[in-house]
């Protein structure tokens, strides 16, 4: 069993945390564990090679939010209608950026025609605004 250790953060990184594993949809604990393996120091490597530690690039030391009997197979992703984490993605990006759709469907990994499907959905519905010409949706009246 792996030991766990307390690591104390500040509010802010810790807010931070919370965003991404929202945006990842995962475990705090697994998107830290992810950013600090990925970001590693070579020296700091070589040091727990010496000392005879797993590698930390051993994708079997990073947490996740399931068992490992069940990590071989990848599941599969959430309707993006009923992920409040990608739609809250996508409304800002829709709002605070001339981002094109599909950008913002590269942004989430999504196919363009779903996130083409659901901003108009939105537009529709009110919650996101049309955008001028140069921004619009193909085929949607300014």
Excluded: C, F, N
């Amino acid at each position: 069993m792996t030991s766990v250790h307390r690591v104390v953060v500040s509010q802010d990184t810790y807010k931070a945390l919370q965003a991404e594993a929202m945006v990842r949809q995962s475990s705090i604990q697994a998107v830290m564990d992810r950013i600090i393996i990925d970001h590693i120091s070579q020296p700091a490597r070589e040091i727990l090679k010496a000392l005879g530690s797993k590698s930390p690039v051993d994708e079997k030391a990073i947490a996740t939010d399931k068992p490992s009997s069940q990590q071989s197979t990848p599941a599969r992703p959430k309707q993006l209608a009923k992920s409040v984490s990608e739609i809250s993605r996508i409304k800002y990006l829709w709002g605070t950026t001339d981002l094109p759709v599909a950008d913002i469907a590269r942004d989430i990994d999504r196919p363009r025609q779903t996130v083409e499907a659901l901003i108009k959905r939105l537009i529709d519905r009110g919650e996101l605004a049309q955008r001028a010409e140069s921004g619009q949706i193909p085929g949607e009246p300014v």
